[in-house]
């Protein structure tokens, strides 16, 4: 085997993966609430350093732009310094981003990567951001987002449901801090539509990487496991879904997929940050079954 070939699953691996560590005591409970809390760790590193170097003119000695862009995230967050870069740089319009609560609004799907995003919201709550979760495709319908979804139903957090309201992000007001795309997850096929389709449009307008953008400033986004309408095994650029979401960063559970390796795709991904949702990789494909 080739040690220098960069370590990635595929998502049927990750799925036999997910299924030997649930069989062998780490429950899909269990790697959800790891997911999720291990991103919002992530997001809320970021946005301190972010505070911490707005309104600086030269953050050269600060921030090292030619950082690498792929950054593994154990049991403990590296410093921030690793994966920020001075082009996500903000603040308020006095230069100063402790004056007021922070936005978050967490688009979340109906399925597990939305439970993953229930969790970041709950935690990002409980730090206290101002919390906005937009349900794209309704209620969430797995057994683990269901459980996560009931938790944050008592939190002081919004919870908008785009299939009952058709016109829900017309009527979003402020502009947001952070984004989070919990929409779809790696398993994801064919191409958005509908509100799915509306959302990315939506998170898109505030992209610094996207075509669609008409915000060079703005919020950052964020996507859990991987953009929205990108499959996590696509080796072809022609079957990429150029309506996906465009992120800063990328928040990778376990390990990248085929897709994160792939030039073609590199620029929906901002930057990539992979972190250990607790699977232990050596020994689950050698377990008994």
Request: overall charge negative.
């Amino acid at each position: 085997m080739n040690k220098n070939r960069e370590h990635f699953v595929t998502c049927g691996q990750m799925r036999i993966l997910e299924k030997r560590a649930d069989e062998n005591g780490l429950s899909y409970y269990q790697m959800m609430e790891t997911a999720g809390s291990s991103a919002a760790e992530i997001i809320l590193e970021i946005d301190m350093y972010r505070r911490f170097i707005a309104g600086k003119e030269d953050v050269s000695d600060t921030v090292n732009s030619k950082v690498a862009e792929t950054v593994y995230v154990g049991k403990s967050i590296k410093s921030p310094k690793s994966y920020v870069s001075a082009e996500n740089k903000g603040c308020d319009e006095k230069g100063d981003w402790s004056s007021r609560r922070k936005n978050v609004l967490v688009f979340c799907g109906k399925g597990n990567n939305g439970g993953d995003g229930f969790v970041t919201a709950r935690i990002l709550c409980n730090k206290g951001y101002e919390v906005t979760v937009i349900l794209v495709d309704g209620k969430p319908v797995t057994s683990n987002s269901k459980i996560n979804f009931s938790l944050i139903e008592d939190m002081p957090i919004t919870i908008v449901d785009m299939k009952e309201n058709e016109r829900a992000l017309i009527e979003l007001r402020e502009i947001p801090d952070i984004i989070i795309d919990a929409i779809y997850g790696t398993g994801f096929q064919g191409a958005l539509n509908g509100n799915a389709l509306k959302a990315a449009i939506y998170i898109n307008n505030f992209s610094k990487g996207s075509s669609d953008s008409t915000c060079r400033g703005g919020p950052i986004i964020f996507a859990l496991d991987i953009p929205s309408g990108i499959s996590g095994d696509l080796i072809n650029e022609k079957y990429l879904d150029h309506s996906c979401v465009c992120a800063d960063y990328t928040i990778v559970f376990h390990a990248k997929k085929p897709v994160h390796l792939q030039k073609f795709a590199s620029g929906y991904f901002g930057r990539i940050v992979v972190c250990d949702i607790g699977i232990d990789e050596e020994r689950l494909w050698n377990v008994e079954i």
